[in-house]
T-cell receptor, first 112, second 113 residues
C-alpha cells in the first residue's frame, strides 16, 4: 500500500538539542497528523494540522502543514530523554481514499 | 472515559492454532481500523470497518485473516492456522468518522511458536 516518505529514518541526538523531521508525499493532503509511539505501546496523537501553512505547537513540539500540501514538518526543541520513541506522520489525501496513510517512522534516541 | 481497549496484550499461539484479537473502540466512535507492525518497522494498514460493515480490507491477506465489527460487542481480528510469520504487534484504532484523527489502543503482541 501507499506510504509517505518520512526522514530521517533514525537519529541519535544529545539531550538539549533541537530535532527536525519531515514527511513528503506525491499526493496533495488535506490533513496531517503526527504521532509518537513509546516502546511497547500504541501511537499517541501529538498534533493535528488541517490547513496549508498552519503552524501548531504542543509544548516543545511544533508542526507545520507545508504550503504545497505535500509535506509536513515536526520540530522538537530542547530534547529530553523521554522524547525517545518512534514518530509517525499520517496524511489524508484529498481524493481517492478516506483513510489516513502512515509514514515509515523516525526513530529518535536521546543521549543524556 | 476509557480509550481504545485491546485484549489480550500478549498472545502466544502454536503454529496451526487460531488467534482472536479484540478491540473495543472509544465511546462514540463507530470507525475501527486494524494495523500490523513488525519489529523495527512502521504501521501497515490491514482493514477498516464500520459497524457491521467492512469498508476497506485491501491490506488484509485474503487467506486465513478475517475481521468483523458486529452491532454489539468489540471488533475482532481473527487469524486462522497461524504461522511464524504472523508474529507481530497488531494495533486497533478508532475514530468518530473518517476525517478525524485516529486513537490507537496499546496493541496485542502475537507470538507464534
Amino acid at each position: 500500500g501507499q506510504q509517505l516518505n518520512q526522514s530521517p529514518q533514525s537519529m541519535f541526538i544529545q539531550e538539549g538539542e533541537d530535532v527536525s523531521m519531515n514527511c513528503t508525499s506525491s499526493s496533495i493532503f488535506n490533513t496531517w497528523l503526527w504521532y509518537k509511539q513509546d516502546p511497547g505501546e500504541g501511537p499517541v496523537l501529538l498534533i493535528a494540522l488541517y490547513k496549508a501553512g498552519e503552524l501548531t505547537s504542543n509544548g516543545r513540539l511544533t508542526a507545520q502543514f507545508g504550503i504545497t500540501r505535500k509535506d509536513s514538518f515536526l520540530n522538537i526543541s530542547a530534547s529530553i530523554p523521554s522524547d525517545v520513541g518512534i514518530y509517525f506522520c499520517a496524511g489524508r489525501p484529498t481524493s481517492g481514499t478516506y483513510k489516513y496513510i502512515f509514514g515509515t517512522g523516525t526513530r529518535l534516541k536521546v543521549l543524556a | 472515559n476509557a480509550g481504545v481497549m485491546q485484549n489480550p496484550r500478549h498472545l502466544v499461539r502454536r503454529r496451526g492454532q487460531e488467534a482472536r484479537l479484540r478491540c473495543s473502540p472509544m465511546k462514540g466512535h463507530s470507525h475501527v481500523y486494524w494495523y500490523r507492525q513488525l519489529p523495527e518497522e512502521g504501521l501497515k494498514f490491514m482493514v477498516y470497518l464500520q459497524k457491521e460493515n467492512i469498508i476497506d480490507e485491501s491490506g488484509m491477506p485474503k487467506e486465513r485473516f478475517s475481521a468483523e465489527f458486529p452491532k454489539e460487542g468489540p471488533s475482532i481480528l481473527r487469524i486462522q492456522q497461524v504461522v511464524r510469520g504472523d508474529s507481530a504487534a497488531y494495533f486497533c484504532a478508532s475514530s468518530q468518522d473518517s476525517t478525524y484523527g485516529y486513537t490507537f489502543g496499546s496493541g496485542t503482541r502475537l507470538t507464534v511458536v
